[in-house]
Protein backbone atom coordinates (compact mmCIF):
# COMPACT_ATOMS: atom_id res chain seq x y z
CA UNK A 1 0.00 0.00 0.00
CA UNK A 2 1.41 3.81 -0.98
CA UNK A 3 1.79 5.85 2.00
CA UNK A 4 -1.27 7.86 2.23
CA UNK A 5 0.31 11.04 3.42
CA UNK A 6 2.44 10.73 0.05
CA UNK A 7 -0.84 10.53 -1.20
CA UNK A 8 -2.26 13.56 -0.31
CA UNK A 9 1.14 15.15 -0.44
CA UNK A 10 2.66 14.73 -3.58
CA UNK A 11 -0.29 13.76 -5.85
CA UNK A 12 1.19 14.70 -8.99
CA UNK A 13 4.63 13.25 -7.98
CA UNK A 14 2.69 9.56 -7.69
CA UNK A 15 0.58 10.06 -10.09
CA UNK A 16 3.57 10.29 -12.75
CA UNK A 17 5.37 7.53 -11.63
CA UNK A 18 2.52 5.48 -11.93
CA UNK A 19 2.03 6.86 -15.74
CA UNK A 20 5.81 4.85 -16.09
CA UNK A 21 3.43 1.52 -15.46
CA UNK A 22 0.74 2.52 -17.95
CA UNK A 23 -1.15 2.97 -14.57
CA UNK A 24 -3.94 6.06 -14.58
CA UNK A 25 -4.34 7.08 -11.94
CA UNK A 26 -7.64 8.62 -11.12
CA UNK A 27 -6.62 12.16 -9.83
CA UNK A 28 -9.86 13.84 -9.65
CA UNK A 29 -11.32 10.78 -7.86
CA UNK A 30 -8.61 11.07 -5.44
CA UNK A 31 -9.21 14.79 -5.03
CA UNK A 32 -12.97 14.18 -4.37
CA UNK A 33 -12.36 11.82 -1.60
CA UNK A 34 -10.02 13.38 0.27
CA UNK A 35 -11.88 16.45 0.36
CA UNK A 36 -14.89 14.99 1.56
CA UNK A 37 -12.85 13.59 4.29
CA UNK A 38 -11.65 16.70 5.14
CA UNK A 39 -14.90 18.21 5.20
CA UNK A 40 -16.57 15.17 7.35
CA UNK A 41 -13.34 15.47 10.09
CA UNK A 42 -13.67 19.32 10.09
CA UNK A 43 -17.42 19.22 11.03
CA UNK A 44 -17.46 15.83 13.26
CA UNK A 45 -13.94 18.37 15.00
CA UNK A 46 -16.57 20.97 15.39
CA UNK A 47 -19.10 19.49 16.64
CA UNK A 48 -17.27 17.36 18.89
CA UNK A 49 -15.90 20.58 19.97
CA UNK A 50 -19.45 21.85 20.90
CA UNK A 51 -20.71 18.65 22.67
CA UNK A 52 -17.38 19.41 24.86
CA UNK A 53 -18.93 23.16 25.34
CA UNK A 54 -22.43 22.14 26.44
CA UNK A 55 -21.09 19.30 28.63
CA UNK A 56 -19.48 21.40 30.50
CA UNK A 57 -22.33 24.38 30.91
CA UNK A 58 -24.54 21.24 31.75
CA UNK A 59 -22.17 20.69 34.21
CA UNK A 60 -22.19 23.82 35.84
CA UNK A 61 -26.14 24.43 35.67
CA UNK A 62 -26.25 21.53 37.58
CA UNK A 63 -23.72 22.57 40.00
CA UNK A 64 -25.63 25.74 40.17
CA UNK A 65 -29.02 23.48 40.26
CA UNK A 66 -30.07 25.62 37.26
CA UNK A 67 -32.46 24.02 34.91
CA UNK A 68 -29.93 22.30 32.32
CA UNK A 69 -32.70 20.67 30.12
CA UNK A 70 -32.60 22.82 26.81
CA UNK A 71 -29.09 22.03 27.39
CA UNK A 72 -29.30 17.84 27.26
CA UNK A 73 -31.52 18.58 24.49
CA UNK A 74 -28.94 20.18 22.52
CA UNK A 75 -26.69 17.54 23.73
CA UNK A 76 -28.40 14.99 22.46
CA UNK A 77 -29.08 16.11 18.72
CA UNK A 78 -25.22 16.83 18.43
CA UNK A 79 -24.16 13.58 20.23
CA UNK A 80 -26.76 12.14 17.55
CA UNK A 81 -25.42 14.46 14.38
CA UNK A 82 -21.79 13.13 15.35
CA UNK A 83 -22.53 9.06 15.47
CA UNK A 84 -24.23 10.15 12.18
CA UNK A 85 -21.52 11.50 10.37
CA UNK A 86 -18.98 9.44 11.97
CA UNK A 87 -20.28 6.04 10.42
CA UNK A 88 -20.40 8.33 7.14
CA UNK A 89 -16.63 9.17 7.77
CA UNK A 90 -15.89 5.32 8.33
CA UNK A 91 -17.64 4.16 5.43
CA UNK A 92 -15.83 6.71 3.54
CA UNK A 93 -12.80 5.94 5.19
CA UNK A 94 -13.17 2.13 3.60
CA UNK A 95 -13.90 3.75 0.25
CA UNK A 96 -10.15 5.69 0.57
CA UNK A 97 -8.67 2.25 1.76
CA UNK A 98 -9.97 0.17 -1.22
CA UNK A 99 -9.06 3.40 -3.72
CA UNK A 100 -5.49 2.55 -2.15
CA UNK A 101 -5.35 -0.56 -2.17
CA UNK A 102 -6.03 -0.69 -5.90
CA UNK A 103 -3.12 1.35 -6.44
CA UNK A 104 0.18 -0.58 -7.32
CA UNK A 105 3.87 0.45 -5.66
CA UNK A 106 5.96 3.20 -6.92
CA UNK A 107 8.60 2.07 -8.63
CA UNK A 108 12.20 2.79 -8.13
CA UNK A 109 14.11 5.50 -10.23
CA UNK A 110 16.27 2.89 -11.67
CA UNK A 111 13.50 0.82 -13.47
CA UNK A 112 13.97 0.57 -16.83
CA UNK A 113 10.80 2.28 -19.20
CA UNK A 114 9.24 0.59 -21.48
CA UNK A 115 5.91 -1.31 -22.37
CA UNK A 116 5.72 -5.09 -22.31
CA UNK A 117 8.64 -7.93 -21.45
CA UNK A 118 10.01 -7.17 -25.03
CA UNK A 119 11.59 -4.05 -23.34
CA UNK A 120 13.37 -5.57 -20.39
CA UNK A 121 16.49 -5.14 -20.17
CA UNK A 122 19.50 -7.41 -19.75
CA UNK A 123 22.35 -6.83 -17.36
CA UNK A 124 24.31 -10.48 -17.84
CA UNK A 125 24.01 -14.12 -19.24
CA UNK A 126 26.39 -16.60 -17.95
CA UNK A 127 26.90 -19.28 -19.58
CA UNK A 128 26.54 -20.59 -23.27
CA UNK A 129 23.84 -22.51 -24.68
CA UNK A 130 24.84 -25.89 -25.93
CA UNK A 131 25.39 -26.36 -29.35
CA UNK A 132 23.95 -30.19 -30.33
CA UNK A 133 25.38 -32.56 -32.99
CA UNK A 134 22.17 -33.93 -33.13
CA UNK A 135 18.21 -32.43 -32.82
CA UNK A 136 17.21 -32.10 -29.49
CA UNK A 137 14.14 -32.80 -28.06
CA UNK A 138 11.66 -31.01 -25.93
CA UNK A 139 10.70 -32.03 -22.00
CA UNK A 140 7.89 -33.96 -23.07
CA UNK A 141 9.28 -36.27 -25.81
CA UNK A 142 12.30 -37.16 -23.22
CA UNK A 143 9.75 -37.81 -20.45
CA UNK A 144 7.42 -39.57 -22.37
CA UNK A 145 6.93 -42.81 -21.03
CA UNK A 146 9.87 -42.11 -18.29
CA UNK A 147 8.10 -39.69 -16.19
CA UNK A 148 5.87 -37.30 -17.12
CA UNK A 149 2.38 -38.04 -17.71
CA UNK A 150 0.40 -35.55 -18.53
CA UNK A 151 -2.76 -37.48 -19.45
CA UNK A 152 -3.05 -38.67 -15.81
CA UNK A 153 -3.00 -34.95 -14.88
CA UNK A 154 -6.02 -34.67 -16.97
CA UNK A 155 -7.79 -37.99 -15.69
CA UNK A 156 -7.47 -36.82 -12.56
CA UNK A 157 -8.02 -33.49 -12.15
CA UNK A 158 -7.88 -31.59 -15.42
CA UNK A 159 -6.08 -29.77 -18.10
CA UNK A 160 -2.51 -28.15 -16.82
CA UNK A 161 -2.37 -30.66 -14.24
CA UNK A 162 0.66 -32.91 -14.28
CA UNK A 163 1.69 -36.87 -12.92
CA UNK A 164 5.74 -36.75 -12.23
CA UNK A 165 6.93 -40.64 -11.91
CA UNK A 166 9.96 -42.73 -11.31
CA UNK A 167 12.82 -41.30 -12.16
CA UNK A 168 11.65 -37.55 -12.77
CA UNK A 169 9.58 -37.50 -9.56
CA UNK A 170 13.00 -38.78 -8.03
CA UNK A 171 14.96 -35.74 -9.90
CA UNK A 172 11.51 -33.51 -8.62
CA UNK A 173 12.71 -34.42 -4.89
CA UNK A 174 16.28 -34.26 -5.34
CA UNK A 175 16.24 -30.73 -6.51
CA UNK A 176 14.29 -29.44 -3.55
CA UNK A 177 16.13 -30.76 -1.36
CA UNK A 178 19.21 -29.62 -3.16
CA UNK A 179 17.78 -26.42 -3.07
CA UNK A 180 16.62 -26.23 0.24
CA UNK A 181 19.95 -27.74 2.01
CA UNK A 182 21.87 -24.77 -0.10
CA UNK A 183 19.54 -22.14 1.11
CA UNK A 184 20.13 -23.15 4.50
CA UNK A 185 23.34 -24.11 4.63
CA UNK A 186 25.02 -21.85 2.22
CA UNK A 187 23.15 -18.75 2.08
CA UNK A 188 21.81 -18.60 5.83
CA UNK A 189 18.04 -19.14 5.41
CA UNK A 190 15.75 -20.32 7.92
CA UNK A 191 13.88 -23.22 6.82
CA UNK A 192 9.77 -22.07 7.55
CA UNK A 193 6.73 -25.00 6.68
CA UNK A 194 3.49 -23.40 6.52
CA UNK A 195 -0.17 -24.10 5.52
CA UNK A 196 -1.10 -24.16 1.51
CA UNK A 197 -4.35 -22.49 2.53
CA UNK A 198 -4.41 -18.95 3.47
CA UNK A 199 -7.01 -16.48 4.49
CA UNK A 200 -7.79 -13.20 2.76
CA UNK A 201 -6.37 -10.90 5.15
CA UNK A 202 -2.99 -12.66 3.82
CA UNK A 203 -3.60 -12.14 0.64
CA UNK A 204 -4.45 -8.55 0.52
CA UNK A 205 -1.24 -8.33 2.84
CA UNK A 206 1.01 -9.02 0.06
CA UNK A 207 -0.77 -7.23 -2.57
CA UNK A 208 -2.73 -9.95 -4.59
CA UNK A 209 -5.97 -9.02 -3.35
CA UNK A 210 -8.33 -7.16 -4.45
CA UNK A 211 -6.82 -6.66 -7.71
CA UNK A 212 -5.92 -10.75 -8.81
CA UNK A 213 -8.71 -12.44 -7.43
CA UNK A 214 -9.45 -14.17 -10.64
CA UNK A 215 -5.76 -15.52 -10.95
CA UNK A 216 -6.58 -17.48 -7.15
CA UNK A 217 -8.45 -20.69 -6.59
CA UNK A 218 -10.56 -19.53 -3.50
CA UNK A 219 -12.00 -22.13 -1.54
CA UNK A 220 -15.96 -22.62 -1.41
CA UNK A 221 -17.56 -21.22 2.00
CA UNK A 222 -18.03 -18.65 4.11
CA UNK A 223 -14.59 -18.65 5.36
CA UNK A 224 -12.85 -16.71 2.81
CA UNK A 225 -10.32 -19.19 2.09
CA UNK A 226 -7.83 -19.20 -0.36
CA UNK A 227 -4.73 -22.45 -1.93
CA UNK A 228 -1.65 -20.52 -1.68
CA UNK A 229 -0.53 -19.14 -4.97
CA UNK A 230 3.34 -18.30 -3.81
CA UNK A 231 4.94 -19.32 -0.75
CA UNK A 232 5.31 -15.51 -0.48
CA UNK A 233 2.63 -15.22 0.57
CA UNK A 234 2.02 -17.67 3.97
CA UNK A 235 5.50 -16.47 4.68
CA UNK A 236 5.67 -13.24 4.57
CA UNK A 237 2.76 -12.97 6.46
CA UNK A 238 4.45 -14.17 9.45
CA UNK A 239 5.33 -10.57 9.87
CA UNK A 240 2.02 -9.45 9.93
CA UNK A 241 0.77 -7.40 12.85
CA UNK A 242 4.40 -8.12 14.39
CA UNK A 243 6.91 -5.80 15.62
CA UNK A 244 10.68 -7.25 15.26
CA UNK A 245 13.79 -5.84 17.55
CA UNK A 246 16.54 -4.98 15.17
CA UNK A 247 18.79 -7.42 16.51
CA UNK A 248 16.66 -10.19 14.65
CA UNK A 249 17.16 -8.30 10.86
CA UNK A 250 18.08 -9.31 8.50
CA UNK A 251 14.88 -12.13 8.58
CA UNK A 252 16.00 -14.64 5.94
CA UNK A 253 13.10 -17.48 5.30
CA UNK A 254 13.24 -20.35 2.40
CA UNK A 255 9.86 -22.26 2.08
CA UNK A 256 8.50 -24.72 -0.26
CA UNK A 257 5.42 -25.52 -0.78
CA UNK A 258 2.83 -26.09 -3.57
CA UNK A 259 1.80 -23.20 -5.46
CA UNK A 260 -2.22 -23.30 -6.90
CA UNK A 261 -2.78 -20.47 -9.75
CA UNK A 262 -6.19 -20.46 -12.33
CA UNK A 263 -3.49 -18.93 -14.76
CA UNK A 264 -6.36 -16.36 -16.08
CA UNK A 265 -5.70 -15.06 -19.39
CA UNK A 266 -3.21 -17.29 -20.30
CA UNK A 267 -4.52 -19.54 -21.95
CA UNK A 268 -2.98 -20.73 -25.06
CA UNK A 269 0.45 -19.43 -23.68
CA UNK A 270 2.92 -22.06 -22.82
CA UNK A 271 0.43 -24.43 -22.09
CA UNK A 272 1.97 -27.80 -23.79
CA UNK A 273 4.04 -29.67 -20.91
CA UNK A 274 5.09 -28.84 -17.96
CA UNK A 275 6.13 -24.94 -18.11
CA UNK A 276 3.08 -23.10 -17.17
CA UNK A 277 0.84 -25.18 -14.63
CA UNK A 278 -1.90 -24.67 -12.36
CA UNK A 279 -0.25 -26.49 -10.33
CA UNK A 280 3.44 -26.60 -9.57
CA UNK A 281 6.42 -26.29 -6.90
CA UNK A 282 8.57 -23.64 -5.65
CA UNK A 283 11.17 -23.05 -3.51
CA UNK A 284 10.70 -19.31 -1.79
CA UNK A 285 13.35 -16.57 -0.69
CA UNK A 286 11.54 -13.77 1.58
CA UNK A 287 14.00 -11.69 3.64
CA UNK A 288 12.79 -8.49 5.72
CA UNK A 289 15.21 -5.46 6.24
CA UNK A 290 15.23 -2.37 7.32
CA UNK A 291 14.71 0.31 4.41
CA UNK A 292 18.21 1.35 4.12
CA UNK A 293 19.11 -2.47 3.20
CA UNK A 294 16.47 -3.41 1.03
CA UNK A 295 18.41 -3.00 -2.32
CA UNK A 296 21.58 -4.62 -1.17
CA UNK A 297 19.42 -7.67 -0.08
CA UNK A 298 17.58 -7.63 -3.28
CA UNK A 299 20.85 -8.12 -4.86
CA UNK A 300 22.01 -10.59 -2.08
CA UNK A 301 18.55 -12.52 -2.98
CA UNK A 302 19.01 -12.36 -6.58
CA UNK A 303 22.16 -13.77 -6.23
CA UNK A 304 21.31 -17.23 -4.02
CA UNK A 305 18.49 -18.19 -6.50
CA UNK A 306 21.48 -17.69 -9.22
CA UNK A 307 23.62 -19.45 -7.08
CA UNK A 308 21.30 -22.65 -7.15
CA UNK A 309 21.44 -21.94 -11.41
CA UNK A 310 25.42 -21.65 -11.37
CA UNK A 311 25.60 -25.24 -9.14
CA UNK A 312 23.12 -26.47 -11.65
CA UNK A 313 25.53 -25.62 -15.04
CA UNK A 314 22.42 -24.29 -16.67
CA UNK A 315 22.65 -21.12 -18.96
CA UNK A 316 20.74 -18.18 -17.68
CA UNK A 317 20.57 -14.74 -18.02
CA UNK A 318 19.47 -11.89 -15.30
CA UNK A 319 17.08 -9.21 -16.96
CA UNK A 320 15.49 -6.17 -15.12
CA UNK A 321 12.17 -5.73 -15.75
CA UNK A 322 10.55 -2.50 -17.56
CA UNK A 323 8.61 -0.56 -15.99
CA UNK A 324 5.09 -2.06 -18.42
CA UNK A 325 6.14 -5.73 -17.21
CA UNK A 326 7.05 -4.95 -13.74
CA UNK A 327 4.42 -6.72 -10.72
CA UNK A 328 1.96 -4.77 -9.30
CA UNK A 329 3.58 -5.12 -5.73
CA UNK A 330 7.17 -4.83 -6.58
CA UNK A 331 9.36 -1.54 -6.82
CA UNK A 332 12.44 -3.67 -8.84
CA UNK A 333 12.16 -6.85 -10.19
CA UNK A 334 15.20 -8.85 -11.62
CA UNK A 335 13.67 -11.95 -13.74
CA UNK A 336 16.28 -15.27 -14.09
CA UNK A 337 15.54 -16.73 -17.18
CA UNK A 338 17.00 -20.21 -18.00
CA UNK A 339 17.87 -21.70 -21.62
CA UNK A 340 15.31 -23.68 -22.88
CA UNK A 341 16.79 -25.55 -26.23
CA UNK A 342 13.51 -26.67 -27.51
CA UNK A 343 12.07 -22.67 -27.85
CA UNK A 344 15.73 -21.61 -28.69
CA UNK A 345 14.76 -19.00 -25.78
CA UNK A 346 15.76 -17.84 -22.32
CA UNK A 347 12.76 -18.82 -20.01
CA UNK A 348 11.44 -16.99 -16.63
CA UNK A 349 12.47 -19.75 -13.76
CA UNK A 350 12.68 -16.82 -11.23
CA UNK A 351 11.47 -13.74 -10.11
CA UNK A 352 13.08 -11.61 -7.57
CA UNK A 353 11.68 -8.56 -6.19
CA UNK A 354 12.12 -5.40 -3.30
CA UNK A 355 8.48 -4.44 -2.62
CA UNK A 356 9.82 -1.89 -0.31
CA UNK A 357 7.57 -1.00 2.47
CA UNK A 358 4.19 -1.74 0.06
CA UNK A 359 3.94 -5.09 1.35
CA UNK A 360 4.51 -4.25 5.31
CA UNK A 361 2.15 -1.27 5.51
CA UNK A 362 -0.28 -3.49 4.33
CA UNK A 363 0.68 -6.19 7.01
CA UNK A 364 1.88 -3.34 9.59
CA UNK A 365 5.12 -5.47 9.89
CA UNK A 366 7.62 -3.39 11.94
CA UNK A 367 10.89 -2.69 13.49
CA UNK A 368 12.43 -0.85 16.81
CA UNK A 369 14.65 1.63 15.42
CA UNK A 370 17.16 1.57 18.33
CA UNK A 371 18.95 4.68 16.77
CA UNK A 372 15.37 7.28 16.90
CA UNK A 373 13.47 5.11 19.12
CA UNK A 374 10.27 4.85 16.15
CA UNK A 375 8.80 1.98 15.09
CA UNK A 376 8.98 1.40 11.31
CA UNK A 377 7.98 -0.07 8.56
CA UNK A 378 9.91 -3.30 7.27
CA UNK A 379 11.13 -3.31 4.00
CA UNK A 380 10.29 -6.73 2.19
CA UNK A 381 11.91 -9.00 -0.85
CA UNK A 382 11.08 -11.88 -2.32
CA UNK A 383 12.17 -14.54 -4.96
CA UNK A 384 12.14 -18.04 -6.23
CA UNK A 385 15.17 -20.03 -5.66
CA UNK A 386 13.71 -22.16 -7.99
CA UNK A 387 10.42 -23.36 -9.23
CA UNK A 388 11.02 -26.99 -9.47
CA UNK A 389 8.66 -27.69 -12.77
CA UNK A 390 10.79 -25.61 -15.19
CA UNK A 391 14.44 -26.55 -13.48
CA UNK A 392 13.29 -29.93 -14.24
CA UNK A 393 12.67 -28.92 -18.17
CA UNK A 394 15.55 -26.80 -18.27
CA UNK A 395 17.74 -30.06 -16.69
CA UNK A 396 15.83 -32.41 -19.30
CA UNK A 397 16.69 -30.67 -22.23
CA UNK A 398 19.77 -28.95 -21.70
CA UNK A 399 21.55 -32.22 -20.17
CA UNK A 400 19.63 -35.06 -23.13
CA UNK A 401 21.73 -36.95 -25.13
CA UNK A 402 21.38 -38.33 -28.66
CA UNK A 403 20.35 -41.96 -26.76
CA UNK A 404 17.32 -40.83 -25.13
CA UNK A 405 19.31 -40.66 -21.77
CA UNK A 406 19.70 -37.62 -19.67
CA UNK A 407 22.75 -36.65 -17.59
CA UNK A 408 22.81 -35.58 -13.68
CA UNK A 409 24.53 -32.35 -13.13
CA UNK A 410 27.06 -33.32 -10.86
CA UNK A 411 25.81 -31.34 -8.08
CA UNK A 412 22.78 -33.70 -7.66
CA UNK A 413 24.76 -36.97 -7.59
CA UNK A 414 24.44 -37.01 -4.09
CA UNK A 415 20.81 -36.90 -4.14
CA UNK A 416 20.27 -39.33 -6.66
CA UNK A 417 23.76 -41.37 -7.22
CA UNK A 418 23.06 -42.22 -10.70
CA UNK A 419 21.98 -41.02 -13.89
CA UNK A 420 18.57 -40.51 -14.68
CA UNK A 421 18.13 -43.54 -16.90
CA UNK A 422 19.94 -46.06 -17.44
CA UNK A 423 21.40 -46.03 -20.75
CA UNK A 424 25.26 -44.69 -20.83
CA UNK A 425 25.92 -41.23 -21.87
CA UNK A 426 28.04 -40.73 -24.96
CA UNK A 427 28.70 -37.40 -23.25
CA UNK A 428 32.02 -36.43 -20.81
CA UNK A 429 30.55 -35.59 -17.72
CA UNK A 430 33.44 -33.74 -16.50
CA UNK A 431 32.89 -31.53 -18.85
CA UNK A 432 31.25 -27.80 -18.18
CA UNK A 433 28.68 -26.21 -19.83
CA UNK A 434 28.90 -23.03 -18.26
CA UNK A 435 32.19 -20.85 -19.72
CA UNK A 436 31.35 -17.64 -18.14
CA UNK A 437 30.23 -15.36 -21.09
CA UNK A 438 29.46 -12.63 -18.33
Request: charged share 30%; aromatic share 6%; with cysteine.
Amino acid sequence: MLDPKKLRKETSVVALNLSRRGFNFDQNTWNDLESERKELQGSNEEQQSKLNDISKEIGLAVKEGKDATQLKEQASELTALIKSQSKTLDDLLEDINQFVLSLPNLIDEDVPDGKNENENLEIISVGSPRQFNFSPKDHLEIGDNRGIDMEAGVKITGSRFKVLKNEIAQLQRALLNFMLDTHVKDHGYEEVYVPYIVNKDSLIGTGQLPKFEEDLFKIDGESNFYLTSTAEVPVTNLLRDEILESETLPLKYVCHTPCFRSEAGSYGKDTRGIMRLHQFEKVELVQAVESSDSEEALEELTGHAEAILQKLELPYRKVSLCSGDIGFSAAKTYDLEVWVPSQEAYREISSCSNFRDFQARRMKARWKNPSNKKIELLNTINGSGLALSRTVLAILENYQESDGSVTIPDILRDYLGCLLYTSPSPRDATLSRMPSSA
